[in-house]
């Protein structure tokens, strides 16, 4: 059974810095693309970051400059490194990685979500 653990959320000051992290575990084969995701109170679900197998990555215009996603393939597992927070990056974090499972199998994987508060 795969699972996604995720750590590193918290309470910041509007400029400081946090990392996340997210690992995947279970009975995996391989992993596609790796991504970030974040609801903020009162919004959908939007993407953040994301990374592929080969390591080319895709940002939100909202935090370009600001994070920065990488991966980890030899553990299965993702961090989100953000810097310059907002208030308005507060929101839940997500973790979503696409697992092979089997030889034919494969699917998207949530994390249970990480909460990240910028605030003076």
């Known amino acids: 059974q795969v699972q996604l653990a995720e750590s590193g959320g918290g309470l910041v000051q509007p400029g400081g810095s946090l990392r996340l992290s997210c690992a995947a575990s279970?009975?995996?084969?391989?992993?596609?693309?790796m991504n970030w995701y974040r609801q903020a109170p009162g919004r959908e679900r939007e993407l953040v970051a994301q990374i592929s197998t080969g390591g080319n990555t895709n940002y939100a215009d909202s935090v370009k400059g600001r994070f920065t996603v990488f991966r980890d393939n030899a553990n299965n597992a993702m961090d989100l490194q953000m810097t310059s927070l907002k208030p308005a990056d507060t929101a839940v974090y997500y973790c979503?990685?696409?697992?092979?499972?089997?030889?034919?199998?494969?699917?998207?994987?949530w994390g249970q979500g990480t909460r990240v508060t910028v605030s003076s």
């Open positions: 279970g009975g995996i084969v391989g992993i596609g693309l």
């Open positions: 979503l990685m696409n697992i092979q499972t089997t030889l034919t199998e494969t699917g998207d994987y």
